[in-house]
């Protein structure tokens, strides 16, 4: 069922990519293509994968311009595929025009057309930066970043702050590692959210007998709704 609907999401992900948002190659030597991109083209092109699809973007998100590029060139031989598509994006980044853009009529009236980078990086930055889109913005790494993105949705508030502050690094939530697991400190202090919530606040040392003198460092920086989000999540932990 999860995997069904995960599929589906996927196939509207790729038509989405199609039909609005604008609708092998050796690496380049000595250029950062992946680098080059953030430098040059974040200004008008979201890199993010998943891509955000906003009303007043600037230019289609990158994943989409890859994925348009890619699908849309002809090339002879199928082999040539990725190499056609990299001779494009250098071509069109110094001598953009309306008819050589994949981008629908609609998309380009909104954007209008991509300036010339001409002047602001040169023949061999642009392909080192048209290889890198090629191997990045592919729809297989679109896959795994969606799937990776669900999973992270899926966890509780608690488990997501926990994260966030890296708590995991010296606690499990049922082993000690570091630190006592959570399922044994949600034991220990059952009444005392207010105990919990003070520790992370200020930190803890020998407290617990099998510390072996490691010490808890303090979280000041956690605001307080984070902090109680945090302590309910420790103390629920004892009732699963
Ligand atoms: C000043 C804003 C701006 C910058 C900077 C910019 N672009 Fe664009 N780009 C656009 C706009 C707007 C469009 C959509 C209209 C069009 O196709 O010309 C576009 C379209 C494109 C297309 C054609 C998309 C398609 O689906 O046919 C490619 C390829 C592209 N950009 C690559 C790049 C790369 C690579 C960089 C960085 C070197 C870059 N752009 C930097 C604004 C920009
Ligand atoms: C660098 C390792 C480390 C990190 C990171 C860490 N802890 Fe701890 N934590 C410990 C150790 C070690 C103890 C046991 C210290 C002791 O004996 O008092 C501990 C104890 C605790 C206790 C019980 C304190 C007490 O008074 O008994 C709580 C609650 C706790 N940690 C929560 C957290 C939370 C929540 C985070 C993330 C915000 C976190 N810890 C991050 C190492 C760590």
């Known amino acids: 069922m999860l995997n069904f609907s995960k599929i589906i999401n996927t196939i509207l992900f ?15 030597k000595n250029y950062d293509g992946k680098k080059l991109l953030e430098q040059k083209c974040t200004s008008c092109h979201n890199l993010n994968m998943p891509p955000i699809i906003s009303k007043d973007e600037l230019a289609p998100p990158m994943m989409a311009v890859s994925f348009h590029v890619h699908s849309f060139v002809k090339p002879s031989d199928e082999s040539q595929r990725t190499t056609k598509a990299i001779n494009f994006v250098v071509d069109y980044i110094f001598e953009p025009s309306f008819e050589k853009s994949f981008c629908d009529k609609d998309s380009l009236k909104r954007y209008g057309l991509m300036p010339s ?12 930066i048209a290889e890198f889109m090629f191997k990045h913005f592919t729809m297989e790494n679109l ?10 949705d ?8 926990a994260l966030k502050h890296k708590c995991l690094g010296c606690h499990k939530i049922d082993k000690k590692i570091v630190g006592p697991s959570f399922k044994d400190i949600a034991k220990k202090y059952q009444d005392s959210k207010e105990q919990i919530i003070k520790s992370i606040k200020n930190g803890s040392k020998a407290n617990w007998e099998d510390s072996n003198g490691a010490i808890m460092p303090p979280f000041k920086q956690i605001s307080d709704a984070e902090l109680k989000t945090l302590s309910e999540w420790i103390l629920e932990l004892n009732q699963s």
Do not use: V
């Open 14 to 28: 790729s038509s989405i990519l199609f039909f609005t948002a604008c609708n092998d190659t050796k690496p380049s």
């Open 154 to 161: 899926s966890k509780s508030e608690g488990m997501k702050i």
């Open 117 to 128: 980078q001409k002047g602001n990086l040169n023949k061999d930055e642009a392909k080192a």
């Open 143 to 152: 896959t795994k970043k969606q799937k990776e993105q669900a999973e992270y």
